[in-house]
């Protein structure tokens, strides 16, 4: 999936995020996280868990579990016990609604009404059931029951990089059709308690978090649509010899992940290649990454984001976007990236840019999963048509 063979070019014309209302502050997770798992005891475990969290960077977080659930329920607060049936009862509930959520805002920003939608893509790491989240979403949303549905499971942090290749194609090789995106993530498969043989458990623990996100992509806008990106080119690359650096499982106890301390610097070490790539396939000759390109990058984690920052030499601002989102949402999976743009959107209408790409025209955008897979999007801000912009 690359560039648009048709002679028209996909265009993101509406974006939305959703998060759940319970917040909690990562500054005082440790403590909370200990409690509720009944764990209180491992002391050492906890001060370790303590000083991850204080490295996160993230300030706090928003489950969709709610506290009263948590503590009511020991089979998903065990770091191993038997709760796949309860998980995946409150997964299956949960993702349809808040990606709903999501869509409903999206739908608001594109301008036109849902009954419009011709083709949904949706994208989740955990819930898997048939019908799925994309059958509950067109009657949660009430879309017109030929909307032509694709399902996306356990895709990780790169899945919405997947979707928007998909509904790339088929924006730009299906006439006058609106596809709609809905990437929802909930951490309730992978919620539990800590071991002292499982660090990367903590490390999820530590980082993940609950959101959804929605965008509106067709080819030829028309004039009542407000245009904000063009996806000029979409490509897919595996990292060689990383099968083992991001792995998770599906258990009796839920999802099992397992993160490996190196995968910042395999993703650092191969960007700059990512990079350069996408801008030769569409004969960009861009000279500094910094004056020249905005920058959407999935907030993977601290060490990512610094890592990426220092291998392409970017000046620290370049990610400011992202470092918000992570501080403010921690790492939601596949709808993390589209939060990004969000920000990224408004951030630059408050600011009155003259593009939702910081001003921009050019921009990359990459999100990261199990693989390790690199997605990378190559986007064309629009000038501005927001209204009061």
Known sequence: MGFCVSGTRATIMGIGTAVPTNVLQQSSFSDYYFETTNSNHMVDLKAKFANICEKTMIEKRHLYMSDEFIRSSPSITAYNSPSLNLRQGLADAAIPQLGAEAARHAIADWGRQASNITHLVFCTTVSGCMPGADFELIKLLDLPLSTRRFMLYQAGCHGAGISMRLAKDLAENNHGSRVLVVCSEVITMAFRGPSKSHMGNLVGQAIFDDAAGAIIIGAEPTGNERPLFEMVSASQDIIPGTEEMVVSKLYEDGIVYTLHRDVALHIS?????????????????????????????????????????????LRKEKMDVSRKVMAQHGNTLSSCVIVVMDEMRKRSRKRGLPTAGEGLEWGLLFSFGPGLTVETILLRALHNQEPNA
């Open 269 to 313: 070490r191969n960007i700059e290649g990512r990079v350069k790539k996408a801008l030769e396939r569409a004969s960009l000759l861009t000279k500094d990454w910094n004056e020249e390109l905005f920058w959407v990058v999935h907030p993977g984690g601290r060490e990512i984001l610094d890592k990426v920052e220092s291998s392409l030499v």
